[in-house]
């Protein structure tokens, strides 16, 4: 695996439900749990938390420094912006 893949690899686990791969049942993150909640601070934190924990758990080879939000209502999307000891991915959740 090289540092290239790591991009793809933090995206598809953000965007996997937590417990939905039969296999694997611990891939995956709680950002799910967030569909259809106001974008208000308490969202902030459980956001931060579950990118947090989940890239922690399932992505051995990058570490989270910080997680900034990009939140257009209108739109109906979510964009993360985590940047990590090995530089910035952007996840867009829709």
């Known amino acids: 695996m090289y540092l290239a893949d790591i991009p793809e690899s933090i995206n598809r686990i953000l965007k996997t439900p937590l417990g939905s791969r039969v296999m694997r049942p611990e891939f995956g993150s709680l950002l799910y749990t967030l569909r259809d909640r106001e974008p208000d601070e308490s969202f902030r934190v459980l956001a931060t938390k579950y990118t947090f ?8 080879r990058a570490s ?3 997680v900034n939000f990009l939140i257009e209502p209108t739109k109906g999307s979510l964009v993360l912006k985590i940047l990590l000891n090995i530089g910035e991915v952007e996840v867009n959740l829709k």
């Open 53 to 60: 924990e989940a890239i922690a758990k399932n992505e051995p």
């Open 64 to 66: 989270v420094n910080r």
